[in-house]
């Protein structure tokens, strides 16, 4: 299973940010709970997904919450690696190197779209809501159960 890092910050930041709006706070109200002192930008930047924190720092966090750490990473956990209900996560590199002649006008795009990016560096991963199976099935000449069959095992 690979790790995408920028994904897991971004979803981490995304938890962090609904634990605290939950709870009905401001950042700087987060950060009058805290114990250490943490200016709101890097406050913000964790939320964004664009700043790691220490495990420490991630623990404090929890803490001035009253969420457990590890119920917090669980919640990253089931977004990063598992499929949300009506989408389906796909590793473009696995369908570059599958060759099931089916999957060609899937593969030519999963080609392009990891040789073309305008933005730096495409995700390798993606997920496909139902509307966007149905398409790539009918692309491919599959049925929409054949194809998610399909895709299930190469990410397998």
């Not at 981490?12 to 401001?26: F, N, S, V």
């Not at 209900?85 to 060759?99: N, S």
């Amino acid at each position: 299973m690979l790790i995408d890092a920028e994904t897991y910050q971004r979803v981490l930041g995304d938890e962090l940010r609904k634990l605290r709006r939950q709870r009905g706070w401001t950042r700087k109200e987060l950060n009058q709970r805290l114990q250490s002192d943490i200016s709101l930008q890097t406050l913000a930047t964790y939320e964004l997904g664009t700043r790691q924190c220490s495990v420490v720092r991630l623990v404090e966090l929890c803490v001035a919450m009253d969420e457990l750490p590890q119920d917090l990473l669980a919640k990253v956990h089931r977004r990063v690696f598992t499929d949300e209900p009506g989408r389906v996560r796909v590793d473009l590199r696995k369908v570059i190197a599958d060759a099931q002649p089916e999957l060609g006008p899937l593969r030519r795009w999963a080609e392009d779209r990891l040789g073309h990016a305008e933005t730096g560096p495409a995700p390798a991963e993606v997920h496909f809501d139902l509307a966007a199976l149905e398409r790539m099935a009918e692309l491919c000449g599959l049925s929409t159960v054949d194809l998610i069959s399909r895709l299930r095992r190469l990410n397998s």
